[in-house]
């Protein structure tokens, strides 16, 4: 918006506090909107997408998979991060066959979203994809992930529950749902196969 002027901060230096493999944890000093200072920390993160697969039959694919920072298995849409130079497309077609060995011949975009914009960086692009084809999933090396299908209602029942906690499948969800009410609208403009793995 035009109008947030009186609401941005201006970064004035910073400095790398770790840089791992894929995040850099940062601290930065910034100008407040009233001219006063303070310091932000936050991690720095590349992005990633998430894939809202839709199966013919009107369920839809998933999979469970062990979330180390909470210690939890959680089920959530495939999802992974961005790698350098690829597209947020391509993204998505690669981790789509790489975590469920599925492929697709139509893709959406859905939108982005900012999963913990209070310390970090990372958006994430949800994407729509349906005409699907089963194949072999070609998981990471240390990846383990169980392909989970489910129906729209089943899932919403354990959103409804409280048993799904994950925000990028939970906005995900909530964007289908509006979808199949006729309350959002997807464009199905983005044909193509997954790139070469």
Known sequence: MSDDAHLVEQRLGGQTLVEGG???????????????RATREYIRHGGAVAVVPLLDDGRVVLVRQYRY???????????????????????AMR???EET???????????????????SSESIWIWFARGL???PPRLDEGEFVETVLMTVRELDALALSGALPDVKTQIGL????????????????CKGAAPAL
């Open 174 to 189: 909530a964007w289908l749902l509006r979808w199949k009410a006729g309350e959002f609208h997807l464009d199905w403009g």
């Open 133 to 135: 084809q089963a194949g």
């Open 95 to 97: 981790e789509l066959e």
């Open 101 to 119: 060995g599925y492929r697709a011949s139509e893709w959406a975009y859905g939108g982005e979203i900012h999963n913990a914009a209070a310390y």
């Open 69 to 91: 920072p909470v210690a939890k298995v959680l089920l959530e849409w495939p999802a992974g991060k961005l790698d350098a130079g690829e597209t947020q497309l391509g993204c």
């Open 22 to 36: 894929f995040l850099e944890l940062r601290k930065d000093a910034v100008r407040l909107p009233d001219g006063s």
